[in-house]
C-alpha cells in the first residue's frame, strides 16, 4: 500500500549572517510536524535550504572582501551544521545557486514572458534591500520600509514586471473557495484589506543595477527579483522542470505542498505573489501557508545592531537541543509572537524537564531497581486509580492528534505534560515504597507496570519533539520497535514485563538559576541599542506580548488570593533527616540530608539557632521539593522544610511517623 504524502517547507533562508534562534523557531516546529507525521505513517518531504541571490547577499561578500560563492560555501556549512545539532530531520536542502534550480528558473521566466504574463517596462519606486522588497510611495511608513522600518532607497532602471493584476480574482476566489489556506486566520484580513483591496500591482520581477542572480536568459542584463527566484524553490527541489523522469515523479507525488511555515513578515509573498505565479503556471496551489509569529526579546526584534541575538549553537552547546526545541514549541504560541526571557528558559528546563519529566523518569527507573530487581513486573489486575491514568493517558493521544491537525505545538505539549504531572502525582498516592514495605507484591507489581507503561506512551508522544529524550527513554526501558509506534498509543500495556530495566544520569540537570541568568546574560552579549526607530516601533510588540502572558497573573497579584493550580505547583512531600551538620562560617546555617522516599536530598536551612543536630536526625518534616535549587554561603539547597515561628519560638511541622517518606501532603 502507498503511503500518503506530507510535504513541508520552512522559507529559505537568507545565507548572508549566520542564523540566530528566531530562525531555528520555524525550523524546529517544521521539524516536529515533520517528525510528527512520519510517525503517523506518510511518506514526508520536509524541504529547507538558503535564499542565496539578491544585492544583500552580493554586498555582504564584497564586504567580506571574499568571492560570493566562497562566502556562501561559509556560512552553509555554518548553517547545515546548526540543522545537525538541532536534530532538523530535513529530506533536503536546496541551495538556489544550484543548477537544479537556476536552470529551471530560467526556463520558468522565458515560458511566462511567452505566455505574455511578464512584460518589460521600466521601475521607479522605493526598495528595501535587507527585505529585498519593492514599495511604492505610499505605501511607505515614514519614509521607511513598512515591513522592517530601516532606510528604502529610490531605484529608477529598465525592469520586468509580473502581470499579478490579471490573476487576483482568481486568487480571491480561491481564498474564497479553501477558507483553511492562510493560517492564523487573521492573516487573511490582512493580506486582503492592506494588499489587495488598495489595489493589487504588477510586481517588478527584474533587476539590472547589480548581477548576482539568475540571469534572464533572452535579455542577460537582468537578474531575475530574488523572490520570483526564491519561491520556485518549493517546486525545483522536488523536480519540477528537470529532464530526469525520476524528478518528475518525485514532483508529481509531493506537489502539491500541504503547509509552507513562514515568518508572519513574509505571509504577503506566499499568499499573493506565489498562488498566482503558480497559477500561470497551471499549476496546483499549496494546500495551506501557515504564518507564525515572532520570537521576540525584552528590547524588541532580534538584531546584530541592537546587539541581542542568540547565537543558537551556544544554547544548544549548554542545555542540549531537545531542551531548545522544547523551550520554543511550548513556549511559544503557534501563530503568536512570545518573548525569550532567560528566566522563563530557566524555567522551563527546571520545572517542565528537570522536574517533571526527568523526575518521573528518575524515580519510576529507581523504583524498578529498588523494589523489583530492575524487571519490569507483571501487573496484576488494574484498580480505579491505575485506569484513571490509563484513561488520561489514552484521552490524551487523541488531544495531541487535534492539536497537531492544528499545529498548536504548545497545546500539544501542555496535554503530555498533563500525563507527565498525573502520573508523578500517581507515584505519590499509590506510594510504591509502603506497598514494598507491607509486602503488597500484587499491588506494587500493577503500580510498577502503570508507571512503566505510561512513560512508554510518554516518549512515543514526545518522539516529534523530543527526539533524543525519546530515544534514550525507549532505550532505558528496553522498548521495542512495535511498542514505540505510534499505533501502539491506542491501547495501553506494550512495555515488556521481564525486560530489564537500565539505570542511568538524570535525563535533564537541575539548572541553578543564579548561575544560569548570568551566564545567559552572556551569552546574548548586550550592546547599546542604535536602531532606535525601529527599537520602538517593535518594543510597542513587546509591550502587547508580555501584557497578554501577565493577564492572568495580575488578575491574581490585585486580590492577593490564589487559585488551586498555583497552589498545586507547590510541590510538598514528607521527608526524614537522616543526617543534620553545621554549615562553616554560618551560624544560623544547617546542611541537611533528607530522604525524599526515592531520593536523599541535600538542604540547607536557618535553623542551626533553634536544634542540635542530633534531635533533627529521624525527624519526620514537611520538605518544598520543586525549589528551584540555590547555593546558601556556597553549599547547594535542593529544597526547603517548613517550619512555623513566632517571635523567638520556631517549631518544625513535622509527620507522624506512619506516613513513608515521599507522601505528598496536599
Ligand atoms: N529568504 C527569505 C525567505 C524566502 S522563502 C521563499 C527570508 N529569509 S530570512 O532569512 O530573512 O528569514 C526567513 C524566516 O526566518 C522568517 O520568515 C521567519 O520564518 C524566520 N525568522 C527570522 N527571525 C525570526 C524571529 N525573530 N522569530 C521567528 N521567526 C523568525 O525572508
Known amino acids: 500500500m502507498t503511503?500518503?504524502?506530507?510535504?513541508?517547507?520552512?522559507?529559505?533562508?537568507?545565507?548572508?549572517?549566520?542564523?540566530?534562534?528566531?530562525?531555528?523557531?520555524?525550523?524546529?516546529?517544521?521539524?516536529?510536524?515533520?517528525?510528527?507525521?512520519?510517525?503517523?505513517?506518510?511518506?514526508?518531504?520536509?524541504l529547507t535550504g538558503t535564499d542565496e541571490h539578491g544585492q544583500k547577499i552580493q554586498k555582504r561578500a564584497e564586504e567580506a572582501g571574499k568571492d560570493v560563492m566562497e562566502f556562501l560555501d561559509e556560512i552553509i556549512a555554518w548553517i547545515r551544521d546548526l540543522w545537525d545539532k538541532l536534530d532538523i530531520s530535513y529530506d533536503d536542502f536546496i541551495r538556489t545557486t544550484e543548477p537544479r534550480h537556476t536552470k529551471v528558473v530560467e526556463e520558468i521566466f522565458e515560458r511566462l514572458i511567452e505566455q505574455g504574463d511578464i512584460y518589460l517596462d521600466a521601475y521607479e519606486g522605493w526598495y528595501c534591500t535587507p527585505c529585498e522588497s519593492f514599495w511604492a510611495e505610499r505605501e511607505l511608513k515614514d519614509g521607511k520600509c513598512p515591513d522592517c522600518g530601516r532606510e528604502v532607497h529610490f531605484v529608477r532602471e529598465p525592469s520586468y514586471f509580473f502581470r499579478m493584476s490579471k490573476y487576483v480574482d482568481r486568487l480571491l476566489q480561491f481564498y474564497e473557495e479553501n477558507p483553511d489556506f492562510i493560517q492564523p486566520e487573521s492573516r487573511k484580513n490582512e493580506m486582503i484589506n492592506n494588499f489587495i483591496k488598495p489595489g493589487l500591482q504588477d510586481l517588478c520581477v527584474s533587476r539590472t543595477s547589480f548581477d548576482w542572480g539568475v540571469r534572464v536568459r533572452?535579455?542577460?542584463?537582468?537578474?531575475?527579483?530574488?523572490?520570483?527566484?526564491?519561491?520556485?524553490?518549493?517546486?525545483?527541489?522536488?523536480?519540477?522542470?528537470?529532464?530526469n523522469p525520476a524528478d518528475r515523479e518525485k514532483f508529481e507525488r509531493y506537489w502539491p505542498a500541504n503547509v509552507h511555515f513562514v515568518g508572519k513578515e513574509i505571509v504577503r509573498f506566499h499568499v499573493i505573489y506565489w498562488p498566482i505565479i503558480l497559477m500561470a503556471l497551471g499549476l496546483p496551489l499549496p494546500k495551506k501557508v501557515y504564518g507564525h509569529g515572532f520570537l521576540l526579546m525584552k528590547d524588541g526584534k532580534m538584531s546584530k545592531s541592537k546587539g541581542n541575538v542568540i547565537d543558537p549553537k551556544l544554547l544548544i552547546e549548554r542545555y542540549g537541543s531537545d531542551a531548545i526545541?522544547?523551550?520554543?514549541?511550548?513556549?511559544?504560541?503557534?501563530?503568536?509572537?512570545?518573548?525569550?526571557?532567560?528566566?522563563?528558559?530557566?524555567?522551563?528546563?527546571?520545572?517542565?524537564?528537570?522536574?517533571?519529566?526527568?523526575?518521573?523518569?528518575?524515580?519510576?527507573?529507581?523504583?524498578?531497581?529498588?523494589?523489583?530487581?530492575?524487571?519490569?513486573?507483571?501487573?496484576?489486575?488494574?484498580?480505579?486509580?491505575?485506569?484513571?491514568?490509563i484513561d488520561l493517558?489514552?484521552?490524551?493521544?487523541?488531544?495531541?492528534?487535534?492539536?497537531?491537525?492544528?499545529?498548536?505545538?504548545?497545546?500539544?505539549?501542555?496535554?503530555?505534560?498533563?500525563?507527565?504531572?498525573?502520573?508523578?502525582?500517581?507515584?505519590?498516592?499509590?506510594?510504591?515504597?509502603?506497598?514494598?514495605k507491607n509486602g503488597d507484591t500484587d499491588r506494587l507489581n500493577t503500580v510498577l507496570y502503570t508507571m512503566t507503561d505510561v512513560i512508554r506512551m510518554v516518549a512515543v508522544l514526545i518522539?516529534?519533539?523530543?527526539?533524543?529524550?525519546?530515544?534514550?527513554?525507549?532505550?532505558?526501558?528496553?522498548?521495542?520497535?512495535?511498542?514505540?509506534?505510534?499505533?501502539?498509543?491506542?491501547?495501553f500495556g506494550a512495555a515488556s514485563s521481564g525486560q530489564t530495566v537500565e539505570q542511568g544520569n538524570p535525563l535533564f540537570p537541575r539548572l541553578d538559576i543564579k548561575a544560569e541568568l548570568a551566564a545567559l546574560a552572556e551569552l546574548t552579549g548586550k550592546r547599546a541599542g542604535t536602531e532606535a526607530a525601529a527599537q520602538t516601533a517593535t518594543k510597542q510588540e513587546v509591550k502587547q506580548v508580555s501584557e497578554k502572558q501577565t493577564q492572568e497573573q495580575q488578575v491574581v497579584e490585585k486580590s492577593n488570593l490564589i487559585g488551586i493550580d498555583t497552589f498545586s505547583q507547590v510541590e510538598l512531600r514528607v521527608g526524614q533527616i537522616q543526617s543534620a551538620?553545621?554549615?562553616?562560617?554560618?551560624?544560623?546555617?544547617?546542611?541537611?540530608?533528607?530522604?525524599?522516599?526515592?531520593?536523599?536530598?541535600?538542604?540547607?536551612?536557618?535553623?542551626?539557632?533553634?536544634?542540635?543536630?542530633?534531635?533533627?536526625?529521624?525527624?519526620?518534616?514537611?520538605?518544598?521539593?520543586?525549589?528551584?535549587?540555590?547555593?546558601?554561603?556556597?553549599?547547594?539547597?535542593?529544597?526547603?522544610?517548613?517550619?512555623?515561628?513566632?517571635?523567638?519560638?520556631?517549631?518544625?511541622v513535622t509527620v507522624p511517623e506512619t506516613i513513608p517518606n515521599g507522601a505528598v501532603v496536599k
Open 218 to 243: 533572452s535579455n542577460p542584463k537582468h537578474v531575475v527579483y530574488v523572490w520570483l527566484d526564491a519561491l520556485t524553490n518549493y517546486i525545483t527541489a522536488i523536480g519540477y522542470g528537470s529532464d
Open 325 to 389: 526545541r522544547y523551550f520554543l514549541l511550548r513556549e511559544i504560541p503557534f501563530g503568536q509572537d512570545g518573548v525569550f526571557t532567560p528566566d522563563s528558559l530557566v524555567e522551563r528546563l527546571n520545572y517542565d524537564l528537570a522536574n517533571d519529566l526527568g523526575n518521573l523518569v528518575h524515580r519510576t527507573t529507581a523504583m524498578v531497581h529498588k523494589f523489583s530487581g530492575g524487571v519490569i513486573p507483571v501487573p496484576a489486575g488494574y484498580q480505579a486509580q491505575d485506569q484513571a491514568l
Open 581 to 652: 551538620e553545621r554549615v562553616e562560617g554560618a551560624d544560623k546555617l544547617l546542611k541537611l540530608q533528607v530522604d525524599l522516599g526515592s531520593e536523599v536530598r541535600q538542604i540547607v536551612s536557618g535553623i542551626a539557632k533553634h536544634f542540635t543536630t542530633d534531635e533533627l536526625v529521624g525527624q519526620k518534616v514537611v520538605v518544598v521539593a520543586n525549589l528551584k535549587p540555590v547555593k546558601l554561603r556556597g553549599v547547594q539547597s535542593n529544597g526547603m522544610i517548613l517550619a512555623a515561628s513566632e517571635g523567638d519560638l520556631l517549631k518544625l
Open 3 to 46: 503511503k500518503p504524502t506530507f510535504y513541508i517547507t520552512t522559507p529559505i533562508y537568507y545565507p548572508n549572517d549566520t542564523l540566530h534562534i528566531g530562525h531555528s523557531y520555524t525550523t524546529v516546529a517544521a521539524d516536529a510536524l515533520a517528525r510528527y507525521k512520519r510517525l503517523r505513517g506518510y511518506d514526508v518531504m520536509y
Open 463 to 491: 518522539q516529534p519533539f523530543l527526539p533524543r529524550t525519546a530515544s534514550e527513554i525507549l532505550r532505558r526501558y528496553k522498548i521495542d520497535a512495535e511498542a514505540a509506534k505510534w499505533d501502539a498509543l491506542y491501547s
Open 393 to 436: 493517558a489514552l484521552q490524551t493521544v487523541k488531544d495531541v492528534e487535534a492539536h497537531m491537525d492544528e499545529m498548536q505545538f504548545s497545546l500539544a505539549l501542555s496535554d503530555i505534560w498533563k500525563v507527565v504531572r498525573q502520573a508523578n502525582k500517581y507515584i505519590d498516592d499509590t506510594a510504591p515504597w509502603a506497598l514494598y
